[in-house]
């Protein structure tokens, strides 16, 4: 039996995924009001708007790039002005609701954060950012009561307390500006848009490592780029973009790539994890109608540093009716994390190839309906014989009845471990895989003590909508090892397959577009194979109790 970390440097966060991070629009609503009524000249306004959001179906995007957004709706010639709200649908989906008043005798209604607005003269805006993000949280039995062994190799600190119950508070304030300046004339000129954000933290209390108050400041955006879009001959729409510098970034379900920054340790903030950007990130985005396709290099603000360097191509498209796809293809051109073989030997991360399928299927409208998703990733490497899978598959149902519409579904999810009695390397590579509780984190809890690699889950999941702001979740989940050879996580030799079970449950609320609260508990009780490794007995589960904010202006 072995305990310790075999590699470090993951980006697996100990809070939540979303509560801070870049949020998945699965819909976007734009309503014109025209006090003439509906004409020809609506339509083509809705359609110009709706390209120029830049914001998609299926695709990522932070608070201040929507703000961005609705900051030049409001700069047309033809609107009066523009608002744009978060909110949930029927089905539980995140989607973007934009309003758009053609009016010209009804003035905006004035508010406090026109005044963040340094220059805003119809053509180039300039705003100042303000931003807190934060979490506080009542953790119980953490680390099953063996803190110190199962956290005695921890990069993030190594954990002494007791049993609890125990409180910490995060606090990550941010002050920037964002910017955008028309490229020339017209409606359809394209822009130059920017931002800089400075982000600061504070930690005071016992999180899952370290119990020391600590306060630090880092960059967390700093990018610059050009956007532009359009209409040809024959009809096909169009949006070009570039951008580069320290920006979030998401795939898909975040199977691969979404948490490309790390919190806790020494940059605090363990449960808010406010840090989302990658750094020297070039990315290049075209999308003709329903098809995106975009080309990436970063490099990941980890901690401790991998000095990994992605690149790669995502293709997205919709396909309509609640059908869409996506492929990715990428490869660590650069990268120090260690893949650790039974015998002792090891190989870099340089030089790994991935590629990864999916597909997912939603009802539309009120109508009741079948809810799947599928998800397929294959990982060799260059140097080395290594043949990593991942994968998972959902089936459910969406209820048109009652009025919160409920949905259930049923998720299995698999990523392999190495077998050592095979040469070949199999060990799945998690890099910087995340997003929300119902995708690629898998567990609130298990997370800390077992990564996304080496692991198979069975999740049953509840999910209901009371309101547009409001979306409520509950989760079970059974884990289970692909082989006891678990030489990269926290415990490096399984005493058995059963790992254990966690009962999560979610509530999210969007007071408005800049405010988001999350509200969360978790248990976790581990099976025979965790136990059967430690030097103290487990009589309880480990409990945990978080609130979480998000306030961008």
């Known amino acids: 039996m072995v305990l310790g970390l075999g590699a470090v440097g993951t980006a697996s966060a100990q809070g939540s995924a979303t509560s801070a991070g870049p949020v998945r629009i699965e819909w976007v609503s734009v309503q014109v009001v025209d006090a003439a009524g509906p004409s020809e000249a609506t339509r083509r306004l809705e359609a110009d708007i709706r390209r120029s959001l830049g914001v998609y179906p299926g695709s990522h995007a932070d608070r201040n790039e929507i703000e961005l957004a609705v900051d030049r709706l409001r700069r047309t010639p033809q609107v009066s002005q523009a608002s744009g709200q978060l909110v949930f ?20 209604a004035p508010s406090w954060t026109d005044t963040l607005r340094w220059v805003d003269d119809g053509q180039r805006l300039l705003k100042l950012r303000l931003g807190l993000k934060g979490a506080t949280a009542v953790s119980a039995n953490q680390w099953l009561g063996n803190g110190a062994t199962l956290t005695q190799f921890n990069p993030r600190g190594r954990y002494d307390a007791g049993p609890g119950p125990n409180v910490i508070l995060d606090l990550a304030p941010s002050v920037g500006a964002a910017g955008a300046l028309p490229l020339g004339g017209g409606a359809h000129a394209p822009y130059l848009y920017a931002s800089v954000l400075y982000l600061g933290t504070a930690s005071i209390g016992q999180d899952n490592n370290r119990n020391d108050a600590r306060t630090t400041g880092q960059w967390e955006e ?11 001959d024959s009809g096909l729409a169009w949006r070009a ?9 998401c795939i898909g379900n975040g199977m691969l790539v979404c948490q490309i920054a790390s919190s806790g340790g020494d940059r605090g903030a363990d449960f808010g994890w406010p840090r989302w950007s990658g750094r020297d990130f070039l990315k ?3 999308r003709v109608n329903n098809t995106r396709v975009e080309g990436f290099r970063f490099s990941p603000n980890d901690f401790p540093t991998t000095r990994t360097v992605l690149t790669g191509v995502n293709v997205e498209h919709d396909f309509g009716q609640g059908l869409n796809a996506g492929f990715t293809w990428l490869t660590a051109s650069e990268g120090e994390l260690k893949y650790f073989f039974p015998d002792g030997r090891s190989q870099g991360r340089d030089g790994l190839k991935v590629w990864h399928a999916r597909a997912a299927l939603r009802p539309q409208g009120q109508a009741s309906g079948v ?3 599928a998800e397929f990733a294959r990982q060799t490497h260059r140097d080395f014989d290594m043949r990593a899978t991942g994968g998972s598959a959902e089936a459910g149902w969406q209820f048109a009845s009652p009025s919160w519409r409920p949905s259930v579904t049923y998720r299995y999810s698999a990523t392999t471990g190495d077998d050592p009695g095979t040469p070949r390397y199999e060990r799945w590579d998690l890099l910087y895989s995340g997003n929300d509780v119902d995708t690629w984190v898998q567990g609130q809890l298990m997370k800390n003590i077992h990564y996304n690699s080496n692991v198979k889950v069975q999740r049953l999941m509840v999910r209901a909508t009371p309101d547009t702001r409001w979306r409520l979740t509950g ?3 059974s884990f289970r090892a692909d082989t006891l050879n678990n030489i990269g996580g ?20 969007f007071a408005s577009r800049q405010v988001y ?37």
């Open 222 to 232: 700093a990018f610059i780029g050009i956007v532009g879009s359009g209409t040809t």
């Open 490 to 509: 926290v415990i490096s030799t399984l005493a058995g397959p059963d790992i254990g079970r966690e009962l999560l449950l979610v509530a999210e609320h």
């Open 371 to 373: 809810i799947g998703k």
């Open 89 to 108: 649908d029927d089905n539980g989906e995140t989607g973007l609701r934009v309003i758009v008043d053609r009016r010209p005798d009804l003035p905006a």
């Open 517 to 553: 609260w999350r509200f969360t508990a978790a248990s976790l009780w581990p099976g025979s194979g965790v136990t059967g490794t430690l030097p103290d007995p487990v009589a309880k589960p480990w409990l945990v109790g978080i609130v979480q904010f998000n306030l961008s202006y």
């Open 284 to 286: 290049a985005q075209l």
């Open 475 to 477: 989760a079970v989940s």
């Open 241 to 249: 973009n570039v951008s580069y510098g320290l920006q979030p970034y």
